[in-house]
């Protein structure tokens, strides 16, 4: 480490490195030596996501745009309602729900690491965001709207869908 500062020291005073670039490099090398403990640390996140479990969208004709993705990606039907299907993609899925109006995102879903629902709902809460009125399965997943309005559920990593199955609200 000290060659290296001395050569740095050298290149400065032969005006090969600027005042800026000799002090930034020396910090550099100071937090490196320090282990990293001068260094700031990334902010701990509020919820991990360690999966994208799925993303569902909306669709005029439900039973077109299944069999579409079902033939040309070779995606099976694991779930299926009169509104709703779920396409097997991976360790994940693709929803499609049938609604009339244009085609758009319904919601994206994450798994999130280490899920309790009581927990994480009091995480968004304290982001000032608003768990979605309506979420079915307070203990299984809840969704919610992000800063720019996409509807972001979130779950445990094996939620796998409940197609057809309103789950009361509790509490």
């Known amino acids: 480490m000290q060659a290296i500062v001395e050569k740095m020291l050298s290149d400065f005073e032969r005006g090969v490195l600027s005042r800026r670039q000799l ?4 910090t550099s090398l100071a937090g490196l030596a320090a282990g990293g403990a001068g260094l700031a640390a990334a902010p701990s996140p509020s919820l991990k996501a360690i999966t994208l479990n799925h993303v569902t969208v909306r669709v005029p004709d439900l039973q077109k745009t299944s069999k579409f993705y079902q033939e040309f990606f070779g995606m099976k039907l694991a ?3 009169e509104k709703i299907h779920i ?3 991976g360790e994940s899925f693709f929803g499609i729900e049938g609604k009339p109006g244009p085609a758009a ?3 994206y879903d994450f798994g999130v690491q280490g899920w309790d629902a009581k927990a994480m709902r009091a995480k968004v809460a304290a982001h000032g965001l608003s768990i979605t009125p309506g979420s079915r399965g307070d203990d299984e997943s809840f969704k919610f709207n992000d800063p720019d309005g996409f509807v972001v559920q979130v779950n445990g990593p094996k939620y796998t869908g409940h197609v057809g199955v309103d789950v009361p609200k509790k509490g």
């Open 23 to 26: 002090a930034a490099t020396l």
């Open 79 to 81: 779930q299926q309602s």
């Open 105 to 107: 995102l319904d919601h």
């Open 87 to 89: 396409l097997s993609v």
